[in-house]
């Protein structure tokens, strides 16, 4: 078996090396046209993600983080001796800069599905309370930190404590299942905690999306973004839950699955133009259209199997968001990380982002939880915190060296968040 294992790494390396070498022959065969040009960018990026992601899974991380590291190389290459300017190429690139965006789309709609409203209803007062905390203590303390580094403490310091309160549930919610720990009592909160986190973080986004595209803070606009947001929440959420119903019955008709991918992808699209037209980000109308089409069961196929939503989703969602953290990765300029100011600050956020997550876990109460875990167990920002960092990188709001920083902290927090949760779960 490990002789097996060692021939398989090798092949991968072998790959690697290869996909490395494709842009030299890219420019060396004088490739112009668009298409083309577009195709061997698109291998290029899939194939060395793929690679990448397995290499780092079989070394106990999360793949994302191997898929931004690949991004990271490409987009790095003129340190490898490589004459490719990658990362312009990619913001050259329409198709490229769309298909990041709609990678967001799809991500948010993703995390909709992945939230159950009825867990949100039933999670109780101590995973709201680690949820509440969990978002106000690192905004507080990464817009502090953030004036104290030197950086802007306007738009700028927001974006940061908001990159910092994002929590991946997936990737915790992998480890929970892998140690049959998801339906403990600890573990029940942090996947509580972190669905309303995800809904807290949204509005979030939300409002600094507006107040961004205003270019003025007031406290009356604050509260009409607020107002507008809940307000699309409740009516969308009304709307489809009177309307989804119908809808999914006239779609049934049809026993083909690629009509339920299909279907879900418009549904996706559909909601974040509304989103987009009523002044929020499209990421909020994708999200919405998540959560209405949560846990919903279709009959597909000849045989009838059952398959969720997601499942139906997933193969063209993989595609993207491989895309678009491969794209977040190119976009890092790793000479910006020889600057020990740069350094101190990937430190310094990188701790503020470890305790305040951890800290919120103490306001659990009562009997039979580990708090210190479930404080842990919120750590990793993962994909989330990657798109509040996309976005304000996206809309010049960071600065490619104030973007290096919070994406090499997003990826510390991703693998760091379930090395320190794994060694606690036997108090689980």
Not at 167 to 178: K, M, P, Y
Not at 219 to 232: M, P
Request: overall charge neutral.
């Amino acid at each position: 078996m490990g002789g097996i294992l060692r021939n398989r790494g090798g092949r991968v390396l072998l790959l690697l090396a290869v996909a490395t070498m494709l842009p030299a022959v890219v420019l060396a065969a004088g490739v112009s046209e668009s298409f083309s040009r577009t195709s061997l960018t698109l291998i290029l990026m899939i194939t060395l993600a793929d690679a990448s992601g397995y290499l780092f899974e079989r070394l106990g991380m999360p793949e994302l983080v191997g898929e931004i590291c690949a991004g990271i190389l490409l987009g790095n290459l003129a340190l490898l001796g490589i004459d490719f300017n990658f990362s312009a190429l990619l913001r050259s690139s329409d198709f490229m800069s769309y298909a990041a965006e709609l990678a967001l789309v799809l991500l948010l709609f993703l995390v909709g599905l992945e939230s159950d409203m009825r867990d949100l209803l039933k999670v109780g007062r101590n995973a709201a309370a680690v949820a509440c905390a969990g978002v106000l203590l690192p905004v507080a303390l990464g817009l502090g930190a953030a004036v104290l580094l030197g950086m802007n403490g306007g738009m700028q310091g927001w974006f940061v404590g908001a990159t910092l309160a994002a929590t991946s549930v997936g990737i915790t919610a992998r480890l929970l299942i892998a140690q049959n720990k998801l339906k403990s009592a600890s573990g029940e909160v942090i996947l509580g905690a972190a669905v309303i986190d995800d809904i807290l973080g949204i509005l979030l986004l939300a409002v600094l999306a507006s107040v961004a595209a205003s270019g003025e803070f007031a406290w009356a606009t604050l509260l009409l973004i607020v107002a507008k947001a809940l307000l699309f929440f409740a009516a969308a959420v009304l709307i489809g839950q009177r309307l989804m119903p119908e809808i999914v019955h006239m779609v049934s008709v049809t026993k083909h699955a690629s009509i339920w991918t299909g279907f879900a992808f418009c549904l996706a699209l559909a909601f974040a133009e509304l989103a987009s037209q009523a002044g929020l980000a499209p990421l909020i109308g994708a999200f919405v259209a998540g959560l209405l089409l949560d846990d919903v069961n279709f009959r597909v196929g000849d045989t009838l199997q059952k398959h969720t939503l997601e499942e139906l989703i997933r193969p063209i969602t993989d595609i993207f968001i491989c895309i678009f953290f491969v794209y977040i990765g190119a976009q890092v300029q790793l000479q910006v990380l020889t600057d020990p100011a740069i350094l101190l600050a990937i430190v310094v956020l990188t701790l503020v982002a470890v305790v305040s997550k951890a800290a919120a876990g103490y306001l659990v109460t009562g009997p039979g939880f580990d708090r210190l875990g479930v404080g842990l167990g919120m750590v990793p920002r993962g994909e989330v915190g990657l798109v509040f960092a996309s976005f304000a990188f996206a809309h010049g709001i960071f600065t490619p060296t104030v973007y290096a920083t919070l994406v090499m902290v997003v990826l510390l927090t991703t693998v760091i968040g379930p090395a320190l949760l794994k060694p606690r779960l036997v108090r689980f």
